[in-house]
């Protein structure tokens, strides 16, 4: 069983930036697929970025360039860097790991408004 626990939203103005972490439990952070995603009212949950054991990155095509992801394996936690944030960014953000089983994290709220 991984836990995972996100941090970091909060209410930012359009421009801003904002730091998401997600703190995994477990001994093997090192092996995990760690993603994040999002959901906003009325709309499906998307990819927004992810980074695999080997640190290879996939990021959806609306963020690209504004929201690297990283991740720290000894401090068993990823990251996610949003910068020149915009409205339509406003969502709740989901921390995911695959690690022999999916896993999901409860989700910080970003809102993004001036």
């Known amino acids: 069983q991984v836990q995972l626990v996100e941090s970091g939203g909060g209410l930012v103005q359009p421009g801003g930036s904002l730091r998401l972490s997600c703190a995994a439990s477990g001994s093997f952070f090192g092996a995990y697929a760690m993603g994040w995603y999002r959901q906003a009212p009325g709309k499906q949950r998307e990819m927004v970025a992810s980074i695999t054991s080997g640190n290879t990155r996939t990021y959806a095509d609306s963020v690209k360039g504004r929201f690297p992801i990283s991740r720290d394996n000894a401090r068993n936690t990823v990251y996610l860097q949003m910068n020149s944030l915009k409205p339509e960014d406003t969502a709740i953000y989901y921390c995911?790991?695959?690690?022999?089983?999916?896993?999901w994290g409860q989700g910080t709220q970003v809102t993004v408004s001036s």
């Open positions: 995911k790991a695959n690690w022999r089983e999916v896993y």
